[in-house]
C-alpha cells in the first residue's frame, strides 16, 4: 500500500516566488496560508519577509 509513498521534502521558494510573497504579505495573507500555497514552511515565509532569504525581493515587489 505504501510502496510508492515518497517521504516529504520541503520546497524552497525561488526568488520570484519570494517576489510574490511580499505581495501575498500586503494583501492580508498569514504566513501559513502563504506557506500552504509555496508547499514549505512558515519558517522559509518568515525568512523571505524578513531578508533573510532572498534579499531584495521586497524591492523587486515593490520597486
Known sequence: MF??????????????????????VKR???NSQIAGLFQTNQGRIS?????KRHAGSKTKAFG
Open 47 to 51: 525568512e523571505i519577509r524578513t531578508g
Open 3 to 24: 510502496d510508492n509513498l515518497e517521504p516529504y521534502k520541503e520546497r524552497i521558494p525561488t526568488f520570484l516566488e519570494a517576489v510574490e510573497v511580499h505581495k501575498l
Open 28 to 30: 492580508g495573507f498569514p
